[in-house]
């Protein structure tokens, strides 16, 4: 059965304790001070103030610039009259010069060659004719030689008498004879022409080509005065006039080999020093003057004035950081109702059923209705705004730990940093230009290094004369002229040697087979 009215009334009167503020925020600290002090702080423009700072920091390069133009002026001078001293140096070395007297005396040789070179080809065609005509002259006797030997070995019968020889045998003996006539006609030319080719050739073979091969014909050559009796050195005083420099044949020679530059092979750095022209010592010099001479005066930076100073200072002296956060925190986590809304507006509709039909009931149902949109309408916004001041003041417990000592920390780095500024950044901007400074003359004798030995061991490489002289006298005289002369004149001399003991032969065959007149004469 349903409870009566009475008792209804009574529970619902009983309950209506619930909808009470759960929430006792007036009991709260007042933080009117702290708001106050930080609207104070507030109403200095502290970004303003830190950006100007960073103006100022991010101004230094271009104070820089502006303090060293003249230096870098100079500096650029310094440099780009070196670039014009090594333009020049190609210009200024003698290399073209001290070729000159050798492409002289190669052109007049090369001249005398192209004006004679047709007597050259008429006289050597009367070489190989003369040549042609002494082996005639040799094959001629041999030939006279070897048919006289058949014809007097085919048709000897040493049965016949010196008068009745045969026709055969008496044509070999004939042939013996006339083999010993030219013998003894030309002999003597075919000695003459090996004791001429002999005494030629020989000589050559052992004064030219063999000490061209071993090397002692340039040690002969860089014999003290042989060439010349006023001149020590005969190549330094063709060269550079000057006949006590230690210039000799063999030393060009063998760095022609190694295909060295001109430059070092004669020793041009005693008529042009370009280790002296490419010395960048001096210009390093006043490089490295300019550099230490530098001043830079950046004095008037200011990271932080004394408006931002102060401000910074009050802002940590506001108090924010003594807050009682824990009390604040633990009001605005509570729920604002001691009871949830909703389920109390279920609960009294429940409870106003039970009611008889009337304005009582009807009010409560109202109520509970009313309720429900104060739920809606003021109490979840206020839900949502306490989490979100919840958060909020979480955020500023976390930020507002140490800030003393955060603030602290933040003037001494401004402090360090100011400091640095004023007393120490000049000489660290002279000191990493210095080591810029330093970086570029590096550059620079790294460059000039290359320079010097590209024109002392690479421009006008001479191995293509070395070249040139051993195909002159290894392959075109000795290889071409004198080899075949020794060869020609061993030759002739070892046929002319044999032919004495075949005039010997020849004349004592002779006599066996001849045809006699009569036989008292050989008996």
């Not at 007297?101 to 040789?109: A, H, R, V």
């Not at 050195?233 to 080999?257: A, H, R």
């Not at 046929?495 to 087979?513: E, N, Q, R």
Request: glycine share 6%; with cysteine.
């Amino acid at each position: 059965s349903a409870p009566p009215v009475a008792t209804t009334c009574n529970n619902i009167r009983m309950s209506l304790d619930q909808l009470e503020d759960n929430t006792n925020l007036g009991q709260l600290p007042s933080l009117d001070q702290q708001i106050d002090n930080i609207n104070d702080v507030l109403r200095t423009d502290l970004s303003s103030l830190v950006q100007q700072g960073y103006t100022s920091f991010n101004d230094i390069p271009e104070m820089v610039q502006n303090q060293t133009t003249d230096i870098i002026s100079d500096i650029k001078s310094s440099l780009n009259s070196l670039g014009s001293n090594i333009e020049n140096i190609g210009k200024q070395i003698p290399i073209q010069d001290k070729l000159s007297n050798f492409m002289g005396y190669i052109n007049d040789t090369e001249t005398y060659i192209h004006q004679n070179l047709f007597t050259l080809e008429e006289y050597d065609s009367y070489r190989w004719l003369g040549g042609l005509v002494v082996c005639c002259l040799l094959t001629l006797m041999v030939v006279f030689y070897y048919l006289g030997l058949m014809c007097g070995t085919c048709g000897y019968d040493r049965h016949s008498t010196p008068t009745e020889r045969g026709c055969i045998s008496n044509t070999g003996g004939i042939f013996l004879m006339v083999g010993v006539g030219v013998s003894f006609l030309f002999c003597w030319i075919l000695m003459t022409i090996v004791v001429l080719t002999f005494v030629i050739g020989g000589n050559m073979e052992k004064l030219v080509c063999e000490p061209y091969q071993n090397g002692k014909l340039f040690q002969i050559l860089d014999t003290p005065y042989l060439l010349n009796e006023n001149w020590k050195y005969y190549l330094s005083g063709m060269v550079f006039n000057n006949p006590d420099i230690n210039l000799t044949f063999e030393q060009v020679y063998s760095d022609c080999k190694e295909n060295k530059g001109i430059y070092t092979t004669l020793k041009l750095e005693n008529s042009y020093n370009i280790s002296e022209h490419l010395n960048i010592q001096e210009h390093a010099g006043n490089i490295s003057k300019d550099f230490k001479n530098l001043n830079v005066n950046i004095d008037n930076i200011v990271l932080l004035d004394a408006a931002g100073r102060e401000n910074l200072m009050n802002f940590s002296s506001s108090g924010i950081d003594t807050i009682d956060y824990n009390v604040y925190l633990a009001e605005m986590g509570k729920a604002p109702t001691k009871v949830n809304l909703l389920a109390f507006a279920s609960d009294l509709e429940a409870k106003a059923d039970h009611l008889p039909q009337g304005s009582l009931k009807q009010s409560l149902k109202n109520n509970a209705q009313t309720i429900r949109t104060v739920h809606r309408g003021q109490v979840i916004p206020l839900e949502q705004s306490m989490s979100t001041i919840y958060q909020s003041i979480k955020e500023l417990q976390l930020k507002s730990s140490g800030l003393r000592v955060k603030v602290a920390n933040i003037l001494s780095s401004l402090d360090s940093a100011q400091d640095f500024l004023k007393t120490r950044i000049s000489s660290v901007i002279v000191e990493e230009s210095t080591k810029y400074g330093n970086t570029i003359i590096g550059y620079f004798e790294h460059y000039l290094q290359w320079v010097k030995i590209s024109i002392t061991e690479q421009i006008a490489a001479c191995k293509p004369v070395a070249t040139a002289l051993d195909s002159a006298v290894n392959v075109f005289l000795c290889s071409y002229i004198i080899d075949p002369m020794n060869l020609f004149w061993f030759g002739i001399g070892k046929a002319t040697i044999f032919l004495l003991p075949a005039i010997i032969f020849a004349v004592k065959l002779a006599k066996y087979y001849r045809r006699m007149d009569s036989e008292d004469v050989y008996d």
